[in-house]
């Protein structure tokens, strides 16, 4: 197969015509393609918007960067992976295998890739998992809006001959379709190498963009973690089976397109979950959980701040400023034997936490640590009683006169000693007055 360096391209129902280089510059005697340059370009618009909704996600944008990173080298692995095991062509060398510069990747090979990686490491290093993939499926649909001109340089990824006003002509479509027609002829494709042809890339990187937007501005709307991802699988798959039908290089399994099957099945099993967890999540509101971890003395603890999906994240310092009256109310140590998390909701009610990193405790501060007391004051402390069951007006009322009783009698004994009487004539000796008087107290009748 011939690769030209440089195309002429003409849409003739435009009336535009140019020549495309595909090399941008050189550097240290190494040619830079466009290609390389428009894929960097569109993931490093999808990092600046994951960097910027992070924690409209409930995501800790510097633990993020550890899943994007490893994530993004699965994804090229997986897209050139995929890609070489379906080409229908032998590469001469390994180096040939690895060498990306000319096209040849396979999308959902990527995406698989990425997924498969950002799984394991959103459990290693303690990222939501849903939240995460939800952000990466926005982030997936920018790059592959911008990553599609790549394939526009390299003049490839095109579709079969067309009437329509955009339909495209170039030498590089000529030389492609001349080289494949038989293996076309195969699959019942007939394609005239010197008509115009429909430019897919573009089809797919305007319904990749506007796919974008559509879900950006469903983001307040969401109703679980984990419809983004979903609602992505259903708008790139349905665009990604029509077009892949127009397509003159497509990856095949026998007879069929391996895209499309891919495409099918995914929409499918999305739509079918998404409308499942539309139902099980209907008229509940979906808050985000953001934690906040801590260390003090050694051991560690959690904040999870929560704030209602349709309330603005909160600032830095806003949350500090939370979380340091939460721990001057509540000033709970961490546990012994593990983190230990507390709730801090910021615009509504706290509401119940999900499982998260660790087990939360109850939302409820615990009472601040008591100051030391005095013996009187020690005296008038009274325990708090057990948990008992719900009783009713009068069982209550006779439980509580009891009590009444012998707290006062308490009380007193602690402060002036043992009540005696003043000695009256003709009454019993001091002392036989105290004895009775303890007697009587014992028996809940002392004055």
Known sequence: MVILMSYHVTFPGLGLEFTLDRVAFMLFGLPIYWYGILIASGMLLALLFAFRYARSF????????????VSTVFSVLGGRAFYVAMAPFEYES????????????????AVIGAFAAALFVCKWRRVPVLPMFDLAGMGFLIGQGVGRWGNFFNQEAFGTNTT??????SDGTHAYLAGVQSRLAEQGVAV????????????????????????????????????LILLYVIWYGAERFFVEGLRTDSLMLGSFRVSQLIAAASVLAALAL??????????????????????????????LCTWPLTQTPPTDSEIKAKIEQARQTAA??????????YVIAFGAPEAKTAKGPAEPAKAEPAPAKAEPMGPTEAAKAEPAPAKAEPMGPAEAQAEAEPAKKETALETATAENGPRRTPAQPGSAKPDEASDKTEQEAKNGTAD
């Open 332 to 341: 709970q140590p961490p546990a012994p034997n593990g983190p230990t998390a």
């Open 274 to 303: 998404w409308l499942v967890l539309r139902q099980k999540y209907k008229g509940r509101p979906l808050v985000i959980t953001y934690p906040v971890p801590e260390k003090q003395n050694g051991k560690t603890q959690i904040w």
């Open 192 to 227: 005239d190498p010197t008509l115009p042809v429909h430019p897919t890339f573009l089809y797919e990187s305007v319904w990749c963009i506007l796919g974008f937007f559509v879900l950006w501005a469903y983001l307040k709307h969401r109703k679980f973690h984990g419809e």
């Open 164 to 169: 329509l006003p955009w339909g495209m002509y």
């Open 94 to 109: 390994f180096a040939q295998m690895l060498d990306i510069r000319q096209g040849g990747l396979a999308i959902y090979g």
């Open 58 to 69: 409930g995501i800790d944008a510097d633990r993020m960067v550890d899943v994007i990173l």
